[in-house]
């Protein structure tokens, strides 16, 4: 049906498009750029307005000849052919991310030896958030309990370090374990109380909890040293450390093994044992969603009265999805800590919350590598475009407004191979 | 006569101030078919639910093959040997026919994975033509056998059918219900909850009556079928 009318390009219908969306601009913007604040009276810019509007019109005008096209008719099909729900791969179907995944690898080895230590370090902060989006999707994707309070679980993580090595002189190796049991555990006593929530009322308990978290940390002030932050110590290689001198009589790495001293090596390193994490973690919960619990999660999220008449226990489902979701973060929080050198407060608002959430959600919920995708882009992107960093937030509501229209279901739909055949059913 | 598989001695359950069920006792023997009929709001669900705990029972005793499970966990009884296909069918939506059968197979493992799943393409062939396909992609009737075989699938002692019934066209409550007669016909167990109480009479070897909460008549399916009380209230009293 469609072929047939896109073989002739429909100039009206375009043009028509066109004017409602020079006027739909010329709402939105009229007062906000048209009407500047000149002390106590306003100028009025109507050549600004002018051109804002004559802009939209014209890219709208031709949005709309290229949808008409047989090219953007295909590609608006493409859209849509996304459906609804899981998509369930054949049982013997093999991914293309067999030659993906060996590939990312290498590239991760050979990146160190081109980057800066700009570079570097934004390809760490992507990693930490791969961390936690990989965290949330367990909670959020696959157990179906909205979580807004996430960020909680990465301060105690990042906190675990700094106040760690404050009062009791840890280290980032013992602290890295530890964190990650620690946030389990603050998982386990969040799941709890939220076991019988459902939906919107999770939401609201996971919000609160999260600004308890913060509100914690920010007021406490003899313990954690309130908005001021503490700091957090660097990693350490077998005791030698990374610094240009060493502190408490240790070794410096350059020292040790007579090179020059350089300052990159600290993100060097903490990038590698990142990316080993990264890549254990998706290793895990790649194994987990096959195994009984990760069927569970799915249950759960799917139909939770089914799923107790299945005899499973929705207690341990539900602590198991958030303890898992939570030593992630804890992970995480490490790391954040150890690159930063310093946590406060302010690092673990809602906005972080919402960060994670929007990862997981344009990823597609419950998929790896959909979450693995858009936590470089939402936070690769930012430090790209560094110039228009005002806009970032407008970027990302443009984002999920054109999301919503196109890929309603994430970038990537959650999938999972199906039953492998069994001997004797005939198909 | 042989000891009961499941039996409830005088239960009472609330619901916060309301009495659901009211010293309800009731018995089912290994092997036969037993169904409750009643009008809508009589307990009929409710006294289901409570033999898992939900709603727990106030007082009474729910006894499970020597065993009193009226304290027990929920998952505890799903997962020995009472199986169910709770009211409504509670398909996983987004899972295809045969994960759903996998789910079912929770409560003993994989281990008769294979044959089991063979034997339940076996007694719904619908089921195998679309085994790969999603549930929430499949019509009533073929989501109503998909949750019955679900429940079969981890070899229940006892099968507890909330309302097979529910929904379907008449043509298809037809095909359900001589699956189930199959089914009683190789010595499973089966409680059947049901508002269709002549076809759920037909099956039964015995029925119970249910009127606000409380078991009002109790007879052999046969006995029934032609009471005048129950031809009246439930059967349309022609």
């Known amino acids: ?427 | 006569m042989t000891a009961p598989i499941l039996e409830l001695r005088d239960l009472d359950v609330f619901y916060g101030p309301i009495q659901a069920l009211k010293k309800v006792s009731m018995h089912i023997v290994e092997g036969e078919t037993v169904s409750l009929i009643g009008a809508n709001g009589a307990g009929k669900s409710t006294l289901l639910m409570s033999i898992f705990g939900q709603p727990r029972a106030a007082s009474g005793q729910i006894i499970y093959r020597g065993t009193d499970i009226t304290r027990k966990s929920s998952h505890y009884i799903a997962s020995n040997g009472i199986a169910q296909s709770p009211e409504g069918r509670r398909v996983f939506p987004d899972m295809t026919v045969e994960e759903n059968l996998m789910m079912g197979t929770i409560p003993i493992g994989d281990k008769y994975a294979d044959q089991d799943m063979q034997r339940m393409y076996e007694l719904f062939p619908r089921l195998k033509e679309r085994r790969n396909q999603r549930a929430m992609t499949m019509s009533g009737g073929e989501q109503q056998m998909l949750a019955i075989a679900r429940a079969l699938m981890s070899r229940p002692k006892l099968l507890l059918l909330d309302e097979p019934s529910l929904g379907l066209a008449p043509i298809v409550v037809k095909q359900i219900f001589a699956t189930l007669r199959e089914l009683a016909q190789t010595g499973m167990t089966i409680f059947l909850v049901e508002q269709n109480a002549n076809h759920a009479l037909k099956l039964s070897d015995r029925a119970y009556v249910m009127v606000n909460g409380q078991i009002r008549m109790t007879g052999t399916g046969q006995e029934l079928l032609v009471n005048e009380e129950v031809r009246n209230a439930y059967l349309g009293g022609h």
């Not at chain 1, 419950?366 to 995708?373: A, E, M, Q």
Request: charged letters at 10%.
């Open chain 1, 1 to 427: 049906m469609s072929a047939a009318k896109s073989s002739g390009i429909d100039i009206k219908r375009s043009l028509l498009e066109t004017l409602v969306a020079g006027f739909l601009a010329l709402i939105v913007f009229g007062p906000v750029v048209g009407v500047v604040l000149d002390g106590y009276s306003f100028n009025a810019e109507p050549r600004r307005v002018a051109w804002l509007v004559g802009g939209v019109m014209l890219g709208r005008f031709v949005l709309s000849l290229y949808l008409q096209s047989g090219v953007g008719q295909r590609m608006l099909q493409g859209f849509d052919s996304g459906g609804s729900g899981v998509h369930v791969l054949a049982p013997d179907y093999k991914s293309r991310l067999r030659w993906i995944i060996p590939a990312l690898i290498v590239i991760a080895i050979v990146f160190p030896i081109f980057a800066n230590k700009y570079l570097l370090t934004v390809v760490i902060l992507g990693l930490i958030y791969v961390l936690l989006g990989l965290g949330l999707n367990i909670v959020v994707g696959l157990a179906g309990l909205l979580d807004l309070g996430y960020v909680a679980f990465y301060a105690i993580g990042a906190y675990g370090l700094a106040l760690g090595y404050q009062y009791l002189g840890l280290g980032f190796w013992t602290v890295l374990p530890l964190a990650a049991i620690a946030a389990a555990l603050a998982g386990c006593i969040l799941g709890f109380p939220v076991l019988r929530m459902h939906g919107d009322y999770l939401a609201i308990v996971t919000l609160g909890f999260g600004e308890i978290i913060r509100l914690v940390l920010n007021n406490w002030l003899s313990f954690t040293g309130g908005p001021n932050g503490m700091p957090a110590p660097s990693p350490t290689l077998f005791g030698l450390e990374f610094g240009r001198r060493a502190k408490d009589g240790g070794v410096p790495f350059h020292e040790f093994f007579g090179i020059d001293y350089n300052p990159n090596l600290k993100f060097l390193f903490i990038y590698i044992v990142l990316f080993l994490v990264v890549l254990a973690v998706l290793y895990i919960k790649h194994r987990l969603t096959r195994m009984p619990v990760g069927r569970a999660w799915e249950a759960l999220r799917e139909d939770e009265i089914a799923c107790r008449s299945m005899g499973l226990n929705h207690v341990l489902v539900k602590l198991s999805a958030f303890t898992l979701g939570a030593s992630t973060a804890g992970l995480a929080g490490v790391f954040f800590a150890t690159y930063q050198g310093f946590v406060n407060p302010s690092s673990f608002t809602f906005f972080e919350s919402a960060l994670i959430l929007a990862i997981v959600v344009l990823g597609g919920m419950g998929s790896t590598v959909g979450v693995v995708i858009a936590a470089f882009v939402l936070t690769v992107a930012p430090e790209l475009l560094r110039s228009f960093s005002e806009y970032r937030v407008l970027l990302f509501g443009v984002l999920m407004v054109l999301m919503m229209i196109w890929r309603p279901r994430g970038l990537i739909r959650i999938s999972r191979s199906g039953v492998v055949p069994r001997k004797g059913v005939a198909p």
